[in-house]
């Protein structure tokens, strides 16, 4: 086991003034907390230290957050010229316009865009946005599907009450008879389904869309005049360079993006049809600092170099390369990995292992090595990550499996 | 059931667990194993000479006696004393606070007990747990068998045992150390903070203990410091 002293003794001062120590996510008690540490205190391409001064081999990129690498120099000196102007006043940036040109001119069905911190913000409000012009009540979404923090859909079980999902249907992902089901049984009441463009549940292998099922969905919806909304939080900018929707072939009313827009600066955003201008100013929005315009510079720089070297195929790519190496030497060890998903994210899944003793065993193994590979959440690969990095990392996973193998 | 009969039937349960542990002979144990009466009313074994109100035996978890009801008790009084003494035994066996592996476990089976109450009636647990299913067992680090196991069986309900079950578990939790598992019990301990620190740790599929955990606090909330 690597060493920890630092991570632990910050762990306890944090747990005296931060409830649980860390939480969310982030919380060490959702991933091997006594095998990945629980602070870090710098990171450059692929790699970053944590506060035991140990080095780790990133496949989890600030949990989708990253996608150029942590510091990228051309957005982290385009961020520094903005930084030495200012950041947030008391009107908006010249940036944000720029920011919202880019998003239009990059998704294709868009004609307007806001901007926020978090995907939450945005999920939320883009739900409000399909209530207020639909004049309906009900919001469908996949059941399990993660859609933010707020209290109509997040995984905790804390603080909530009975109203709270009183408007919210759920139907299993893929299965559209139940979703045709649930509009027959609310006609005329179902005023959004939000979705993301996979079901990527945690704890959980990824199930792609079945062949016809956006086609169908987008159908259902047209159908009953219910707004179609993108949750392309996570997926966003790592399936295609102009949005998830565009991987899939269909095309949604409202996309939020976040996570890899900013590479790694606090901003999400929420993309619409015209038909939806007119209801998306009626719903209040605003936040503390949702002007940033450090924020929104790191976004438009991280599209234009999406756009410019097509980042989305590149990441598909280079995934393929790690995932089918991974699945091959899983094979030579005598363990049947899956890597479900797309490649540029995708969930490790062992055949038969639906309580994650073998997951677990093998990212703790993996964790020795300085491999950052989480047992319970989709993986993430950057366009840092290049032939180099990937070689070894599967050198070390390969270590990891003969290690796993040994102990059996 | 109602608020008031899912705390009391937790209590009767609870109680009827520490008398397993504490290895009342067989036929003892069976004499105060708890029966719903009525929604107002709970009685330690079949006869029903040892008979409480749903309010009186929350009043004997609350503050450790309370009055059986007479006309009952009345019918055999002599097997009714024997229950009760019974019940003082095990009552003082749970406040005995002793940091022994063997307490740990009483504790951590009487409210598992509680828990699978809750877990089996109160409708935010059974919201909360939906259709989980599956089996969760808690060690003392480095014993080869669990101190106790919560289970579900398909189309069963949430039971608690405290023999080895021989199917594999969904998911392990382990103490690092009989006093961890002991304040872990009396809800002492923050989850979040210990796991990452080891004071114990849990494999296996985390979501079901996530739940299972809520649930045990939920239970804690309507029945504090059993045991303390």
């Not at chain 2, 480095?142 to 021989?166: F, H, M, R």
């Amino acid at each position: 086991m690597r060493s920890r002293s630092n991570s632990d003794q910050l762990f306890k001062r944090a747990a005296s003034v931060i409830p649980g120590g860390t939480y969310g996510h982030l919380s060490p008690a959702s991933s091997l907390p006594r095998h990945f540490a629980h602070f870090c205190s710098s990171g450059k391409g692929v790699y970053f230290h944590d506060v035991d001064q140990n080095e780790w081999m990133d496949f989890m990129c600030a949990y989708g957050a990253v996608i150029h690498g942590y510091q990228n120099p051309i957005i982290e000196s385009a961020i520094e010229k903005q930084r030495s102007v200012g950041t947030v006043f008391n009107h908006p940036h010249e940036v944000s316009i720029e920011l919202a040109e880019k998003l239009t001119q990059l998704v294709d069905f868009a004609s307007w865009s806001v901007f926020a911190k978090n995907g939450s913000d945005l999920t939320t409000w883009s739900i409000r946005v399909a209530r207020e012009h639909t004049k309906r009540t009900f919001v469908v979404k996949a059941r399990g599907a993660y859609h933010g923090v707020d209290a109509w859909c997040d995984p905790g079980m804390g603080g909530r009450i009975e109203s709270d999902r009183a408007d919210i249907l759920e139907f299993e992902w893929n299965d559209l008879e139940q979703l045709e089901g649930i509009f027959k049984a609310r006609k005329d009441q179902i005023a959004a389904v939000i979705l993301t463009p996979y079901h990527h549940a945690a704890f959980a292998p990824s199930v792609m869309p079945e062949e016809g099922f956006w086609a169908g969905v987008r159908n259902l919806c047209h159908k009953n005049g219910t707004i179609l909304v993108l949750d392309d939080v996570r997926a966003g900018w790592r399936l295609h360079e102009k949005g998830s929707h565009k991987y899939f072939g269909f095309s949604p009313d409202m996309t939020v993006y976040s996570k890899a827009l900013g590479n790694g600066y606090a901003i999400s955003a929420c993309v619409g049809i015209p038909e939806l201008k007119n209801a998306a100013s009626e719903v209040f929005l605003t936040g503390s600092c949702w002007s940033d315009a450090v924020a929104m510079r790191a976004a438009l720089t991280s599209l234009e170099i999406c756009e410019k070297d097509s980042v989305a195929s590149l990441v598909l790519d280079k995934g393929k390369y790690f995932c089918s190496g991974l699945e091959n030497l899983a094979l030579e060890f005598n363990f049947k990995l899956r890597m479900t998903g797309p490649t540029s994210m995708p969930y490790p899944w062992f055949d038969g292992d639906d309580n994650l003793y073998r997951i677990q065993n093998f990212c703790q193994i993996a964790s020795k090595y300085g491999l950052f590979f989480h047992p319970h959440h989709n993986w993430f690969i950057s366009n840092a990550h290049d032939q180099v990095s990937l070689d070894k990392a599967l050198a070390l996973a390969r270590s990891s499996f003969e290690e796993m193998q040994n102990e059996l | 059931m109602h608020s008031e009969q899912i705390k009391a039937w937790a209590v009767s349960r609870s109680i009827y667990m520490g008398g397993n542990v504490l290895e009342i002979d067989p036929y003892n144990r069976l004499s105060i194993k708890p029966q719903i009466l009525n929604e107002h009313m709970v009685s330690f074994g079949n006869r029903k000479e040892l008979v409480f109100t749903n309010e009186n035996l929350l009043k004997l978890h609350r503050v450790g006696f309370s009055l059986p009801e007479i006309g009952f008790l009345m019918s055999h009084p002599f097997q009714a004393l024997k229950k009760i003494n019974l019940l003082r035994k095990i009552g003082s066996s749970l406040k005995a606070n002793v940091r022994s592996k063997a307490y740990l476990r009483l504790l951590l089976a009487v409210g598992l007990e509680a828990t699978a109450v809750h877990l089996n009636e109160d409708k935010k647990c059974r919201s909360i747990i939906g259709s989980d299913k599956g089996i969760v067992e808690f060690y003392l680090d480095g014993d080869p068998l669990p101190l106790a196991s919560l289970y579900k069986k398909e189309g069963s309900v949430w039971t608690v045992t405290i023999t080895a079950l021989q199917k594999k578990a969904k998911v392990r939790i382990s103490f690092k150390s009989v006093d961890v598992g002991i304040k872990s019990c009396l809800g002492q301990l923050n989850p979040q903070v210990c796991s990452a620190l080891g004071d114990y740790t849990i494999d296996g599929y985390l979501p079901l203990m996530d739940k299972i955990g809520y649930c045990a606090r939920i239970t804690g909330h309507d029945l504090p410091i059993l045991g303390s």
